[in-house]
């Protein structure tokens, strides 16, 4: 029995170090481990061992049993690394491998600009005020020294929606939302949309102004000049330069129109600047006393600038856009020239 089982043990290792996949080495484990294996079939021989000599023999089959076992899985474990290897090998990629590039979308040139704004202006202590697209006549007009029969209700071309209520010509209609809470001092600037009965190749129906009002203890057209002067270098470039010019508008006294130095001749002269060295961005000025006076604000204490800036002038002006309609129609061809990064 002794010698049989030395037998089957060496020919089970044999076999199973000879083997050269998994399959097979489960052929092997039933051949002899299995229910009619040989190894099963040498323990039926047990009955015929003399009882004194059982438990020697036991011990036998047990060690037998245990190194086939033991070499099986060893080999199992063998193969399978192998083959998670092999897999490993053929799953490879490269990551270093230049990817396809997905298409990716801008923001439009008018939020980038606007965005651009609200950061600048952010910088410098800026507050965001969101006033409404529709307004009252009292807003819009009136309460910014323009009465009913002011001529400078001609400047603008109102969409009235009743004698009341009309689509905010000016983000100015929000000076007045600001300056009657009665907080002080302010600093705030208004993006939004405003619309005028106006269509030409520079102006459309819809537009985007930016509005920026301050209200402060001994704040002078100077403090305006300084702000704007950061403001245009940081939006064209470090060399651009402001020019005030005397203009009109009810609410501010006195009333500028801002030109900056021609960011594309530095002064010199060109198309873009008409030959004159200077191209006109916004209109600003110190906020009229009867404004002020109008919210309850204490014109001996306090006073204030304000300036109004055209969202998609500075856009056409920037990115040498001459028809404002492409910025509405939502051409991907011109859209996607104007990169937001
Ligand atoms: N609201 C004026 C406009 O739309 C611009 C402006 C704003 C002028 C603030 C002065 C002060 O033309």
Redesign the pocket.
Known sequence: MKEKLEAIKNSALSQIKETDSLEKLNDIRVAFLGKKGELTEVLKGMKDVAPEDRPKVGQIVNETREAIESLLAERIAMFEAEKLRRRYKAEKIDVTMPAKKAARGNLHPITQIKNELIDIFGSMGFEIYEGTEIETDHYNFTALNTPQDHPARDMQDTFYLSPEFLLRT?T?AGQIHVMETGKLPIKVISPGKVFRSDDDATHSPMFS?M?GLVVDKGITLCDLKGMLDVFVKKIFSEEVTTRLRPSY?P??EP?VEVDVSCFQCGGKGCKLCKGTGWIEVL???VVNKKVLEGCNIDTEVYSGF???IGIERIAMLKYGINNIKLLFESDLRVLDQIDDN
Request: proline share 0%; glycine share 22%.
């Open positions: 000016q100015s102004q509005e508008f609410f501010t009333s209109g600003a000025g304000a300036f109004g």
